[in-house]
Structure formats: C-alpha cells, structure tokens
C-alpha cells in the first residue's frame, strides 16, 4: 500500500468511550501531523512529529493524547470527548519539518462522531 | 477512487508576475472545492467555491470552479515574494452511503523571485 492510510476511516463514539486512530505512511517521510477539520472551519494543526519527537501541540485538550512509536506510524488517542470533538481528523506526512516548507501528503481522514 | 490532481508540481516567477495554478479532480458526489495556502505551519484557507463559473475574489487572488470539466483555477497577479507557498487543493465529496470524505492534491510549489 502506497501514501497516507488512516484507519478507522468513520468512528462513532460515546463521551465515555476510550478509542485510538491510527495514520501510517508508506512514502518514507520523517514528519507527521495531525490535523482537525471542523465543519466551516479552517483547518486546525494539532500535533506535529518530527524523527519520533514532538515538535508542536497547539494548544490541543489532554483528552486528545498522540503517540509516534516510529517514523512510519501515528497514533491519536482519544477518551472522554465532547461532542463539539466531532469533526474530520487528517493525519499528514512530509519529508522532514525544520521551519521548511515541505510537502504534505495527506492522508483521507477518519470523519469521528461524538454522541 | 477519488483523486486530485494539481499542476504544475512546482513554478518559479518573478515578482509582478501573474500565474495560473490548476487543480482538477475525480470525486463521488461533489460537494464543495477549497484552496489552501501553506507556508511553515498549518495550511491557511483561501476559497471554498461550490457552484461553477462564480470567480471567488481575495485581494490579488481570484479563482474558479468548472463542475462540467471538473477542474478550478487558481489566480494570482501582481506576484510579491510573501505569495511563496505551496498551494494545496482539496476537494470535497461524499460516498453513496453519505459519508463525507475530504481528498488533498499534493501542491503546487510557488516561488517568487524578487
């Protein structure tokens, strides 16, 4: 499999739940992002990793907790959401991220309702 | 599957310039069509356009949106060294099951030279 895959690609759950979703790349990039598109709303960057590390946490809530184990995997934790949370998660890869601008794959998103 | 394709990948102009960024795309159930500015963080929103032929107009940029040809364009004149960026296109679409589902192009890289 080739690009961005992100799994689930629909998820729905409660305000209780605990649930995880998961990005992979297969393009050999070192940088990886994680993003939240809300309806009528810009995209928002949440988290970016670089070589493994966390370089960036815009102000994200600690209900929303990620996890790079490697270059090629992205993980973003979730428990104990709202449902204002629902929205489109993209997870994004690039070859590296130092204040450059690279190209960023995206992958096609995991569409999370909270109920 | 659906898909985004923008071109050209990359451009190199000088200042006072005018270019034209293309984007065009096969996509279940069209729903809207947005262009995006990314510089060193987050990809900033330029334009959603949802109906065709209606030119979308910010500043020095403008662009437009051919739902029978299924592509947009993305217009810039008066080119300044701070419109260096890649411009990213995303199209947005639904399954038959009524899911939502957002696919990116993979840029076109601008530079602008002074």
């Known amino acids: 499999e080739t690009g961005v895959t992100q799994t689930p690609r629909h998820l729905v759950m409660g305000m209780t739940n605990k649930k995880s979703l998961k990005c992979e790349q297969h393009l050999g990039h070192n940088a990886m992002y994680w993003y939240k598109q809300s309806a009528k709303k810009p995209l928002e960057l949440m988290f970016v990793y670089n070589f493994k590390e966390q370089t960036e946490n815009n102000s994200v809530p600690s209900r929303f907790s990620p996890e790079c184990p490697n270059s090629s995997h992205l993980f973003l934790h979730l428990h104990t959401l709202q449902p204002e949370d629902s929205a489109l998660y993209l997870c994004a890869s690039s070859q590296a991220h130092f204040g450059s601008t690279d190209t960023q794959y995206f992958g096609p998103g995991t569409r999370l309702t909270v109920l | 599957e659906d898909k985004v394709v923008q071109s050209p990948l990359s451009l190199v102009v000088h200042e006072g310039d005018t270019v034209t960024l293309n984007c065009s795309y096969e996509?279940?159930?069209?729903?809207?069509l947005l262009w995006y500015k990314q510089e060193k963080k987050a990809p900033t929103f330029l334009f959603m356009l949802?109906?065709?032929?209606i030119e979308k107009k910010s500043g020095r940029l403008s662009s437009i949106l051919d739902k029978k040809e299924l592509f947009s364009i993305l217009n810039i004149t008066a080119t300044q060294t701070g419109d260096s960026a890649i411009y990213l296109c995303?199209?947005?679409?639904?399954?038959?099951?009524?899911?939502?589902?957002?696919?990116f192009g993979t840029g076109t890289r601008l530079t602008i030279i002074p």
């Open positions: 995303a199209v947005e679409g639904s399954s038959n099951f009524g899911n939502e589902k957002l696919t």
């Open positions: 996509v279940t159930n069209f729903r809207s």
């Open positions: 949802t109906s065709s032929g």
